[in-house]
C-alpha cells in the first residue's frame, strides 16, 4: 500500500506505573461524584445514589438487564445512547467502523459475574470491565472523567483488595497505597476569606497607567498629545494665530487690489495694449500688400531685400 504506517512512530508513550495507578483511583472516585457525572453529558436525574452498585441483575439475559437498569433510573441514558447513532465523518466510515454513539454506562464486575459480560454485550453504548482488569480508557473516555459508573456487589467490595484503603496497601499491587489527602476541609473561599489568613496578608497593590489599556495614537487624539507634550495645546493657539493673522493680511491685500484707481489703470494698460496690437496689424497688411504689388510687377525676388522692403 501506499505510504503504510512507520513501525518507527511513536505510537504509545511511557508512563510510571504508580502514575497509571493513582489515574485510574481518581477516575474512579470522580464516577462517584454528581455534578462531574452529569456534566459529562450524562443522564442520571433519577438514578437513587452514587456509586451505584446492584446486587441482582436478573437471570443473566439481556431482556432482564434492561428491566433492571430501567428499575434504576438508568434508562434515560440508554435512549440517549441509541438515539446518538449516526455515520461518522469523513473517510474513516469506510474502515469498519461506519456509525459512532455515546458512551453509556459502564459496568464494573468481578470474576463470578461472567454471564453479565455476555448480556450486556448486546447493549449499544454499554461496556463492561473486569474490577482486577480496570482501564483508565473506560473510565475517563477521552480524557473526560466522570463516566456513569454501575457496579456489581462483588466487584465493589474487590476494589479495597484492588487499591487498598487509608489503613494498608493494595493487596495486589505490590507497594501501592491510596493518595493521601493534603487538605482536611477542601472550602477553599472559606479559609481563603477567613481572619486568620486575611490579617498576614500585605495590602493590594495598584499602579498607575501612563496611558489608557487601548493604546491611542497622540497624532490624533488631542488628549493623550497633551498628555505627552504640555506644550502641544500652546502650540495649536500659535499655529491658529498665524493663520488668522495670514487670512487677514490677505483679504486687506485682495480689497486694495479691487479698489477703482486700481481698477482704470487697468483699462489703461489694457487700451494701450490693444492700440499696439491693432498698429501692428495694420502694417503687417501694409507689408503684405507691398509684397503683392512687388510680385505682379516682377520686381520681387524671394530671398532679396531692398532697400524699401527695409
Known amino acids: 500500500m501506499f505510504a503504510p504506517l512507520k513501525i518507527w512512530r511513536r505510537w504509545h508513550r511511557k508512563v510510571n506505573v504508580t502514575q497509571r495507578r493513582h489515574a485510574v483511583a481518581a477516575a474512579l472516585a470522580a464516577s462517584a461524584v454528581t455534578p462531574l457525572v452529569m456534566a459529562r453529558g450524562h443522564l442520571v436525574q433519577n438514578v437513587p445514589e452514587f456509586p451505584l452498585v446492584i446486587n441482582n441483575f436478573g437471570d443473566g439475559t439481556t431482556k432482564s438487564l434492561i428491566a433492571t437498569l430501567g428499575s434504576f433510573g438508568v434508562a434515560d441514558d440508554l435512549n440517549k445512547v441509541r438515539k446518538s447513532r449516526h455515520a461518522r465523518a469523513g473517510q474513516g466510515k469506510l474502515r469498519n467502523a461506519r456509525y459512532v454513539l455515546r458512551k453509556g454506562p459502564l459496568i464494573i464486575h468481578d470474576e463470578a459475574d461472567d454471564k453479565l459480560k ?71 473561599a472559606r479559609i481563603i476569606n477567613s481572619d486568620q489568613v486575611q490579617s498576614k496578608l500585605r495590602e493590594q497593590r495598584t499602579n498607575m497607567r501612563t496611558h489608557d489599556k487601548t493604546k491611542k495614537n ?29 487670512h487677514t493680511v490677505r483679504q486687506a491685500m485682495l480689497k486694495a487690489k479691487r479698489t477703482k484707481a486700481v481698477k482704470a489703470g487697468f483699462k489703461t ?35 532679396e531685400t531692398s532697400e524699401d522692403d527695409e
Open 118 to 188: 455476555r448480556a450486556a454485550r448486546n447493549l449499544p453504548g454499554v461496556d463492561t470491565c473486569n474490577v482486577h482488569r480496570l482501564n483508565i480508557l473506560q473510565l475517563a473516555p477521552g480524557g473526560h472523567l466522570g463516566r456513569f459508573v454501575i457496579f456489581t456487589e462483588g466487584g465493589f467490595r474487590a476494589l479495597n483488595r484492588v487499591f487498598g484503603t487509608n489503613r494498608y496497601s493494595s493487596l495486589e499491587k505490590g507497594g501501592y497505597h491510596l493518595n493521601r489527602t493534603i487538605m482536611t476541609c477542601a472550602d477553599l
Open 218 to 246: 497622540p497624532l490624533t487624539n488631542s488628549a493623550i498629545r497633551n498628555r505627552l507634550n504640555p506644550f502641544a495645546a500652546k502650540q495649536r493657539e500659535l499655529a491658529k494665530a498665524a493663520d488668522d493673522k495670514r
Open 269 to 303: 494698460r489694457t487700451a494701450r495694449y490693444m492700440a499696439l496690437h491693432n498698429d501692428l496689424q495694420t502694417s503687417y497688411k501694409e507689408a503684405e500688400d507691398i509684397i503683392e504689388e512687388e510680385e505682379r510687377q516682377g520686381n520681387y525676388v524671394p530671398g
